[in-house]
């Protein structure tokens, strides 16, 4: 499974958001894709994650209410929105898909994306 974000870069406070994760390779064996953030100086953190088959979502809860993660099967894209940003949302944003089987759960990750919120 290879994953390639895209949609980071500088945005003043107040403006949108809009993260995408495509997904490639054995996207079939998906279970669950999701974002994660690393702030600097910070340990990596679960923003959200949503399902590939009911597309259940959860949501830490440090951002529930804030953001909003969906999903595009049709081209096994994920996104991530988030309107009013702040600029304590600057961070590397990483895309997440897990593999679970009978016997193991691997993770796969992106190269992650910088967003960064100006004052």
């Known amino acids: 499974v290879q994953l390639v974000e895209s949609g980071g870069g500088l945005v003043q406070a107040g403006g949108s958001l809009r993260l995408s994760c495509a997904a490639s390779g054995s996207t079939n064996s998906i279970d669950a894709m999701g974002w994660y953030r690393q702030a600097p100086g910070e340990q990596r953190e679960l923003v959200a994650t949503?399902?590939?088959?009911?597309?259940?979502?959860n949501y830490a809860d440090s951002v529930k209410g804030r953001f909003t993660i969906s999903r595009n099967n049709a081209n096994n894209t994920i996104y991530l929105q988030r309107n009013s940003l702040k600029p304590e949302y600057t961070a590397v944003y990483y895309c997440n898909a897990m593999v679970a089987a009978i016997y193991y759960v691997r993770d796969y990750w992106g190269q992650g994306t910088q967003v960064t919120v100006s004052s």
């Open positions: 949503i399902s590939t088959g009911g597309g259940s979502t």
